[in-house]
């Protein structure tokens, strides 16, 4: 889009974008459904709490880093949030072979 386009958006416009985004981007259902496949149905309360309370301590030190790195170079920061992406997929699939092979 032109930069005049941008200009002429209402703030409501740009709110309602950014609840699209958020909405598609936070969808959490997915990510409770996954976290309570791990624990006992009796602690999946508990569970999701500390899902939520890790997810609350590592945004502030995440969005430091992508500052810092942004300020060296901004391809780096999108270079660095895409390998912790693919490492964090591979942690989960890691987890999730040895939580099937356990209740086996």
């Known amino acids: 889009m032109p930069p005049r386009v941008l ?3 209402s703030l ?5 974008g950014y609840g ?3 909405s598609r981007h936070w969808s ?3 990510k409770h459904a996954y976290a309570s496949d791990f624990v006992e149905p009796d602690l999946r ?6 899902l939520h309370t890790m997810i ?4 502030l030190p995440a969005s430091v880093v992508a500052g810092v790195l942004w300020e ?3 391809s780096v920061t999108f270079l660095y949030g895409a390998a912790i992406g693919f490492l964090a997929a ?3 699939v890691i987890a999730g072979r040895r939580g099937i092979e356990q209740k086996i």
């Open 28 to 30: 959490m259902a997915r």
């Open 12 to 16: 409501t416009h740009k709110m309602v």
């Open 72 to 74: 060296y170079d901004p």
């Open 7 to 9: 200009e002429s958006w």
């Open 56 to 59: 609350g301590i590592a945004t």
């Open 90 to 92: 591979g942690l989960f």
């Open 20 to 22: 699209v985004v958020c």
């Open 45 to 50: 309360g508990t569970a999701l709490g500390v």
